[in-house]
């Protein structure tokens, strides 16, 4: 076997392992290596198990990853809804990688309804969207007052700009000068 050949098959070893919702798994890979795929693999194969989709979470960094994300799983379950028994079984086993083994066949085909009808929808969602329901959900155990309301980027830079500003308008305090003076010599102007 060649070191290519090995290479490649400690890389399907891996994503295997990573597919498998019995093992906990952090996927991080360059752009196009197949993270999606893994993830997509392995809540298919949670709900194949009888995992109901309103109980599964997907967290992704991007908005767009998490779009993509909820796209493909809901282009794979539509294909499978309208698949014959044994190109479904085929299809199956060649993303699951469970080649003779029998599968319910009548539930593959119903994920993709199940999947729609989901109360509130399948949950793909950014770390920083996570974070903010959980804030909402419980503001008084984060500290925070029930009316909260998150600045948006715009406003953030706004209030940056005018912090900055302020703090630059103080050029009477010399403790002040020398420590902006410090940090102008180690980082850029961005």
């Not at 993270?35 to 908005?63: D, F, H, N, Q, W």
């Amino acid at each position: 076997m060649s070191e290519s050949q090995n290479i490649m098959g400690q890389a399907v070893s891996q994503a295997s392992l990573a597919a498998d919702p019995q093992n906990s798994a952090w996927v991080a890979a360059n752009a196009g290596s197949g993270k999606t795929y893994i993830l997509i693999t392995r809540l298919v194969r949670l709900m194949l198990s009888g995992v109901a989709p309103e109980k599964l979470l997907c967290l992704t960094y991007t908005r767009s990853a998490a779009a993509e994300m909820q796209d493909r799983l809901f282009s794979l379950l539509a294909e499978w809804a309208l698949l014959d028994d044994e190109a479904l079984q085929e299809a199956i086993d060649e993303r699951l990688g469970t080649l003779g083994a029998p599968h319910d066949l009548a539930l593959a085909r119903m994920l993709f309804a199940r999947a729609l009808e989901t109360p509130g929808g399948l949950r793909v969602q950014t770390i920083h969207s996570f974070c903010e329901s959980l804030l909402k959900r419980f503001p008084l155990e984060a500290g925070l007052s029930p009316q909260f309301d998150l600045l948006d980027e715009h406003e953030a830079r706004a209030m940056q700009t005018q912090i900055i500003r302020g703090l630059l308008m103080r050029h009477d305090d010399p403790d002040l000068r020398a420590a902006l003076d410090a940090l102008t010599r180690q980082i850029s102007e961005r």
